[in-house]
């Protein structure tokens, strides 16, 4: 619920029970040490898609699971990108929830 009125989102109900806002996962990522994301240039946030099996309800406990599972490079009018891909998969009691792939871009070569 908190997360809900942070974003001032509707607090949605199925079944009596409070669902999570579809974009909640996004705070899964706090729990996780990311060393390939220790860049010295910042990093611009590019795509984002959540797909569901079931709502996160309240009371849930989640298994999560990270995974960079795409480095891409290109060349931008602003030189050098690199897209890196991660995959968020949640489940709960073995059951899959949702899986969130996310990607972010960072400009000009690696530090």
């Not at 040490?33 to 240039?41: G, H, K, Q, R």
């Not at 079931?54 to 849930?60: K, N």
């Amino acid at each position: 619920m908190e997360y809900a009125r942070s974003i001032e989102a509707p607090v949605q109900m199925a079944n009596g029970v409070p669902v999570a806002p579809a974009t909640m996962p996004v705070l899964f990522w706090q729990a996780f040490d990311i060393p390939w994301l220790n860049l010295t240039e910042p990093l611009i946030h590019g795509t984002q898609r959540f797909s569901y099996e079931a709502p996160i309800t309240a009371g849930m406990t989640l298994e999560c699971e990270l995974s960079l599972t795409k480095v891409e490079k290109k060349t931008g009018h602003q030189g050098e990108l690199t897209l890196y891909t991660h995959t968020l998969v949640c489940t709960c009691e073995g059951e899959p929830i949702v899986t969130a792939e996310t990607v972010l871009l960072s400009v000009g070569e690696r530090s």
